[in-house]
């Protein structure tokens, strides 16, 4: 399996050249800047996006809503953690090597790379917490998933993956963020609901304005007294 995409006639090897050669046409401070926000970057602005997404469904409209919000929320960085764990036998079986060690005049930004390539640790971390926040925040979950497919185009710039270590990532963190949902919010939402019921912890489940912000009540469709009379009605 170490050999897969070895082929220079591979479409995976000619589009790794067409994007990584974006990077030798760049200027150095350029390459530094994708270097690091391919390495970090993206990776912190997922952790904002996930704070945002906290902050917004602490105020949603009912106790059961930012329940369900929080424990989704909660699952987001699980599912990362337990596609890589899921990763760890993937790669120890194909045995991918990474794209500069079997192909020359690749513009590496990052080094130290060692391990092998497919499929992609960021790629997969990345698209495991976007889907994740989609579950608790549809507008918010979508922008993560924009900075997954962003992380999987800085890895293949960076010259340190193939596009299809990048496909594969994004397929297992999906895989697992969507199919062990389910199963984690059964498990997750009656813990986020014993937190919200706690003297200490409700705080991290809904916001103070929230948890007191009461219904308003509908307005009773009582009729206005008549003023006057008239003789049909003294009949009557």
Known sequence: MAGLASDGSNPDVGLLYDINGLAKDAPPWFDRVMGFVGEYGIMLGLVLVALWCWVSVRRRGNL???VSGVAGLVWAPLAAG???LVNIPIRGFVERPRPFKDHQGLEVLVAGKTDFSFVS????????????????????????IGLAFAEGFCRVYMGVHYPTDVIGGFALGTAVALLLAPLALALLTPVVSAVARSKHGARLVRSRRAAERRPQPEALDIPEPRLGSDESDLAA
Do not use: C, E, N
Request: aromatic fraction near 4%; glycine fraction near 10%.
């Open 82 to 84: 337990v596609a890589l």
């Open 121 to 144: 640790d960021h790629a997969t971390m990345a698209m495991a917490i976007g889907v994740g926040l989609f579950v608790a925040h549809r507008k918010l979950g979508l922008a993560a």
């Open 64 to 66: 059961a809503d930012s």
